[in-house]
């Protein structure tokens, strides 16, 4: 069966500006305010552009996930019109709803691959990969998060342009004195000193924080402390009781911790970007991270940090004890802000804005 003749956009008229419908199963909601903040952010960048978006996205995260996204799915198919585009993130399941809506009424469609979507929910079985497959073959356009996630997409059926989330650099970026700014800013956020190591993002196995608890105990003279919540917090509170543990704070808030560590450590077994790692270097902190997906093409290894086999403690320990010397960390951390210019919120914009004048909607 052939592929359905391209939607064209209606031009905008002069009187109203260019209205998107964005279509997601990941956002900010009262009950969970950290999810999704880069589509959060993105929203906001098109609407500083001047574009009306409309988001049809989960209200609470308490429902479970057929009636969530059943609840997403009557408000993209029941949004009042008239739209310019969709844009669905991600690809799955969010894009499965955004192809219907965009087909519905006759719009171009932009899908957006997040990483998981494509390499983990996509590959659980035949049916999740026909549909995955199904959206990355008829939207209009895909954009992935790196490379790595392309590389799922294309496996799908597809090619995808690469453009970051994006990172807000005058919110990431380095201190103007990093010696004197540190140390005020552990004192007020209470933590040590001496060298820290930070982990930011969720408590759990994918994300490797007992690898991080581990190897910060094992790197004598280095203190931890992670920033996050999730399913392993209490086991590693109990075996780990020296390795700080902190809740979420507001995302305005996050630049501080990645500016008050010396290191701050993404040791994920598996991430299809890494924006920790990213926002991290925007603040002129070294980064030791797996070798892993996306990561691999954010830090590069002796350049702007450390690159380490994903789940082995002693590796990371050994990478801490190698940052123990200062002069290191200060060559590696000069060169994290250059490295992750192409990441600027502001250069992702305007390439997410050609891929839709591509598609003739001004956005």
Request: proline share 8%; charged share 20%.
């Amino acid at each position: 069966m052939g592929r359905a003749p391209k939607p064209s956009a209606p031009k905008p008229s002069a009187r109203r500006p260019t209205r998107l419908l964005l279509v997601t199963n990941m956002y900010p909601t009262p009950d969970r305010p950290q999810a999704g903040p880069f589509v959060a952010r993105r929203v906001a960048s098109l609407r500083a552009r001047g574009v009306e978006v409309i988001v049809a996205g989960p209200s609470s995260y308490r429902r479970n996930s057929i009636l969530r996204h059943l609840q997403i799915a009557w408000r993209a198919l029941t949004a009042r019109g008239p739209f310019d585009g969709v844009e669905a993130h991600p690809v799955y399941f969010a894009g499965v709803i955004g192809l219907m809506a965009a087909r519905l009424r006759g719009r171009p469609l932009v899908a957006y691959a997040h990483g998981g979507d494509v390499a983990d929910y996509a590959l659980r079985g035949r049916f999740h990969g026909a549909l995955a497959g199904t959206v990355v073959r008829r939207a209009d356009a895909i954009v992935a998060n790196s490379a790595d996630t392309a590389g799922y997409v294309q496996r799908l059926g597809a090619v995808a342009r690469v453009i970051s989330p994006g990172v807000d650099m005058a919110i990431f970026h380095p201190l103007p004195d990093a010696a004197t700014g540190r140390a005020a800013l552990r004192e007020r956020l209470g933590l040590p000193d001496g060298p820290l190591a930070v982990l930011i993002g969720s408590i759990s196995e994918r994300k490797g924080a007992d690898v991080f608890a581990a190897a910060v105990v094992a790197a004598q003279g280095w203190s931890g402390a992670m920033l996050g919540d999730g399913p392993l917090a209490g086991t590693l509170a109990a075996d780990h009781p020296t390795v700080l543990q902190h809740l979420p704070v507001a995302a305005e808030d996050v630049p501080a911790w990645m500016q008050a560590a010396d290191v701050v450590v993404v040791p994920s077994r598996r991430e299809p970007l890494g924006l920790a790692a990213v926002e991290a270097l925007a603040c002129g902190t070294v980064v030791v991270a797996s070798a892993v997906g996306g990561l691999k093409e954010v830090v590069r290894d002796g350049e702007n940090g450390l690159l380490v086999p994903p789940g082995e403690v002693p590796a990371l320990a050994a990478a801490l004890l190698r940052l123990a010397d200062p002069a290191l960390r200060e060559r590696l951390a000069a060169a994290g802000p250059a490295s992750v210019e192409r990441h600027d919120s502001a250069a992702a914009a305007v390439k997410m804005a050609e891929v839709w004048a591509g598609l003739g909607v001004r956005a």
